[in-house]
């Protein structure tokens, strides 16, 4: 059984604590300058909706001083700036019962949630080939329409297949998994033989909560 999680929501529709993401993401959609995180317990959530923000949003390589300096280690960010959100940007991610299982993915609109494109289920597969699909179908599609936007992932294995353009996976190739192989395949090819100028970017989980294209299946 997955961990309870606890979503703050600082700034949004309706600021206060959630215990599921469908609620948290409720509140952030469509919502300019939201500013949300999950905690593992809900005294780090309580404590964190208490402080404000300030305390946990990329405060920490600034210099600052203050209610920053707070942030207790098992909440802390990064030495790191994770900075500001850019919603000018498709988010991606994929969904997955089992692993390697049936297989799905999209890309939605980083500021609304509105779902752009999805694909699947495919009947077998693994998580970071599903992001690796999702990402390289997010630059194709943006490359098709002429558009500039940043593209998120919370996949590093699939960030860095990209930009490689070669998948690495243990996932043997045989009939059951010639579909999402068939796939990866046209992916890298896309890769190898387009150039395109845009972003692939890490979503930043601990600061900004659960990307926004998240299944909700964790």
Avoid at 97 to 120: A, H, L, Q
Wanted: glycine share 10%; net charge positive; aromatic share 12%.
């Amino acid at each position: 059984m997955a961990k309870q999680k606890f979503y703050v929501v600082w700034v949004g529709k309706q600021p206060g604590i959630y215990t599921n993401w469908g609620d948290c993401q409720l509140q952030v959609n469509q919502y300019t300058g939201a500013k949300f995180k999950a905690f593992e317990s809900r005294a780090e959530a309580e404590k964190a909706y208490a402080q404000g923000w300030k305390s946990y949003w990329g405060q920490q390589s600034q210099g600052k001083t203050g209610p920053s300096s707070r942030v207790n280690n098992s909440t802390k960010a990064s030495a790191a700036d994770p900075g500001e959100i850019d919603y000018n940007s498709i988010s991606v991610d994929v969904g997955t019962r089992g692993n390697p299982g049936p297989v799905e993915y999209k890309g939605v609109d980083t500021r609304t949630g509105d779902v752009i494109f999805s694909c699947g289920p495919i009947s077998k597969g693994t998580n970071n080939l599903g992001e690796f699909l999702a990402i390289v179908h997010a630059l194709a599609y943006l490359k098709k329409i002429g558009s500039s936007k940043t593209v998120y992932s919370d996949s590093v294995n699939a960030m860095k297949w990209v930009r490689e353009k070669k998948v690495v996976s243990t996932l043997v190739r045989d009939a059951s998994t010639k579909e999402i192989w068939d796939l990866v395949d046209r992916a890298e090819h896309w890769l190898r033989t387009n150039s395109y100028d845009n972003k692939v970017l890490k979503w930043q989980t601990k600061s900004w909560g659960e990307i926004k294209a998240d299944y909700g299946r964790k």
